[in-house]
């Protein structure tokens, strides 16, 4: 799973609100992407909110850990924690998203498992089934994968 910057969304910094520029959309007074996260000398300790998909409304709380002088040539900004794998990006929100997480949960998959010797398999069906099974059962926050993405950003 993962989301591809597909809905609108934003940055709420110290009281101010920094999104995108859409054609014909709600605009911000300035643009997410035009300003680094080091012009906003954020304190160690010190939080702000992003929001991403404005329907569903995925607020993520984020908090400057450290600042570190770039002796090293270590890579940042990194991730150093999460919880829980990314939601699909259009599940319609957190309501949604729970429920379908507990349709497709331990239990559902035996008794998935169990129907498959019911009738004849289609193999390729059956692919795309035990795919969309394993993505929803690995419940695991993989902060290689975040700290990929955020290099990917860098570059």
């Known amino acids: 799973m993962g989301w591809a910057d597909e809905h ?3 940055f709420s910094i110290r009281g101010r609100r920094y999104g995108e520029a859409h054609e014909g959309v709600l605009q911000f007074s300035i643009v997410a992407n035009e300003l680094p996260l080091t012009a906003f000398h954020l304190r160690e300790q010190e939080g702000f909110v992003y929001v991403y998909d404005f329907n ?3 607020r993520h709380e984020i908090r400057m850990e450290r600042r570190m002088l770039r002796q090293h040539p270590g890579r940042l900004p990194r991730c150093v924690a ?3 794998p990314c939601p699909p ?3 319609g929100g957190i309501e949604r998203y729970l429920e379908a997480r507990d349709e497709r949960g ?3 998959f035996l ?3 169990e129907s ?3 009738g004849l398999i289609v193999l390729e069906d059956l692919r795309d089934e035990v795919v969309q099974w394993l993505t929803w059962l690995d419940r695991r926050f993989d902060r ?3 700290n990929d993405r955020l290099r990917h950003l860098e570059g």
């Open 82 to 84: 999460g919880g829980g």
């Open 116 to 118: 498959l010797r019911e």
């Open 56 to 58: 569903a409304w995925w």
């Open 106 to 108: 331990e239990y559902e």
């Open 8 to 10: 609108l969304h934003q």
């Open 111 to 113: 008794d998935w498992l």
């Open 89 to 91: 990006e259009d599940i």
């Open 144 to 146: 290689q994968i975040v």
